[in-house]
């Protein structure tokens, strides 16, 4: 067994709350991303499931068994660090094998370990280059072999593709996600970047100043996130956010505006990019920025004191300053409260 399992978890310095009594179930052979913006706790929790930073309150169950109290060494866990964290005079071979040669297993056991991850994450013809003759991605997955050889059943990652270029990240997701699902590995991985996120995870934890905001898969979390923050943080471009008294109503179809009357305590309506369509009538906007990006283009608009974005397929003919109409699927809209909160 190696489920996770997080109750109640807090860590504090003084009167500084990093982490406020979080909980959540990691199941066993799953990959949970802990997803949000840089100080929202995320590292520190991570570390504080492996055992590297101290708890002030709450538990950590791995497997059924309470490590909360137990050593880093003794919890059965590998991490993998946004740093790759190798010995710049050890050959690939020796820096995947340094951890097995530290527990003392026999040199047989260890060639054959280190063999096979080498063989796992594409390394078998690098094992005696340095890193110092490696590239970015071959050092990341040197990395993640050293974490693989440990034969543990639980993998803790911290960041560990932030120091890639774009095309090299997207390449090394699907190397990452690929190797969880065949070793059938438990992952808790951390990361900012929300593409990462949507696109590896089987469960997304969103934190914010500590808390937890939103727990549910990719797709539960972008289609109906918790808040105004989880509606914004995650998807490119974000979501749309108008205030109702700073938009026009009247302007509206009959069926957006009943169903912003029916919810008479929203005060903002959420839609997303590429749910907004150009219509004959609807809001009046005015173009103020149009982004080509080869295959779809964001034109960005304003409506009164609202500014939007509309996310279209190809490169449509919308020109600066030009006007028109948009409008949108009522289903597709979200509407929220005075406190943020999705109703």
């Not at 179809?253 to 009357?261: D, L, T, Y």
């Not at 304003?302 to 948009?326: D, K, Y």
Request: proline letters at 4%; hydrophobic letters at 40%; glycine letters at 6%.
């Amino acid at each position: 067994m190696s489920e996770i399992k997080i109750t109640d978890l807090c860590r504090t310095w003084g009167t500084v709350e990093a982490v406020k009594k979080v909980s959540f179930t990691v199941p066993e052979k799953s990959f949970t991303v802990l997803l949000g913006p840089s100080g929202c706790g995320k590292s520190t929790l991570l570390r504080m499931i492996c055992g590297l930073e101290e708890i002030t309150s709450g538990t950590v169950h791995i497997g059924g068994r309470d490590v909360t109290d137990v050593a880093a060494s003794d919890r059965g866990v590998s991490m993998v660090f946004q740093s790759y964290a190798l010995f710049p005079h050890l050959s690939v071979r020796e820096n995947i094998q340094f951890g097995l040669k530290v527990r003392r297993v026999p040199a047989k056991e260890r060639e054959e370990r280190m063999k096979h991850a080498a063989d796992v994450v594409g390394l078998t013809d690098l094992l005696e280059r340095k890193p110092s003759n490696l590239s970015g991605g071959q050092r990341q997955r040197v990395a993640l072999a050293r974490s693989i050889v440990s034969e543990q059943s639980v993998c803790l990652m911290d960041e560990p593709l932030s120091n890639l270029d774009a095309k090299l990240r997207a390449e090394m997701r699907d190397q990452i996600r690929s190797l969880q699902q065949r070793l059938g590995l438990t992952v808790v991985y951390v990361t900012h970047d929300q593409v990462e996120a949507m696109s590896m995870a089987d469960q997304i934890v969103l934190l914010k100043l500590g808390e937890v905001i939103q727990i549910s898969a990719p797709q539960q979390l972008y289609n109906y996130p918790a808040n105004i923050f989880a509606a914004q943080f995650v998807g490119v471009p974000p979501m749309n956010v108008l205030e109702i008294e700073k938009t026009e109503k009247d302007k509206l179809p009959a069926a957006i505006r009943s169903m912003i009357e029916t919810k008479s305590e929203a005060i903002s309506i959420g839609i997303r990019p590429e749910h907004i369509q150009i219509s004959d009538d609807g809001l009046p906007v005015e173009a103020f920025a149009v982004d080509y990006f080869g295959g779809e283009t964001v034109i960005r608009v304003r409506h009164l004191t609202n500014e939007f974005h509309l996310r279209r397929a190809g490169q449509p003919e919308i020109q600066l300053s030009e006007q028109f109409n948009v409008s949108w699927n009522p289903e597709e809209m979200h509407l929220f409260d005075h406190q943020h909160r999705r109703i």
